[in-house]
Nanobody
Framework: QVQLVESGGGLVQAGGSLKLSCAASRRTFSTYPMGWFRQAPGKEREFVAAIKWSGDSTYYADSVKGRFTIARDDAKSTVYLQMNSLNTEDTAVYYC?????????????????WGQGTQVTVSS
């Protein structure tokens, strides 16, 4: 099991930026694709971004493409989500997860290990 701890959330004005970090408990996290998901009040958890173990392949939801960037540092067992040009629709709890199960990168059920989440609030 990979334990994950997110940090970097907070309150930001529309148009601003935040960088989320997700620290993993063990270095073998480098073998797993990693993803970021978010969940707004009253909505289902949705895919935001994912990165393969090599770091060469990244995937984004259409709603964040061009604004968010996912990256990983396997030496630090950490995955990042740089969020720019934030808007109020980005307000949610953001979770990082390790794809330890079979399935697609866009499906939360493919991710077996999750962090506790970090709140991102974007004010207008």
């Amino acid at each position: 099991q990979v334990q994950l701890v997110e940090s970097g959330g907070g309150l930001v004005q529309a148009g601003g930026s935040l960088k989320l970090s997700c620290a993993a408990s063990r270095r073998t996290f480098s073998t797993y694709p990693m993803g970021w998901f978010r969940q707004a009040p009253g909505k289902e958890r949705e895919f935001v971004a994912a990165i393969k173990w090599s770091g060469d392949s990244t995937y984004y939801a259409d709603s964040v493409k061009g604004r968010f960037t996912i990256a990983r540092d396997d030496a630090k067992s950490t995955v990042y989500l740089q969020m720019n040009s934030l808007n109020t629709e980005d307000t949610a709890v953001y979770y990082c997860a390790a794809q330890t199960l079979s399935g697609t990168l866009y499906d939360p059920s493919s991710f077996g290990d999750w962090g506790q989440g970090t709140q991102v609030t974007v004010s207008s």
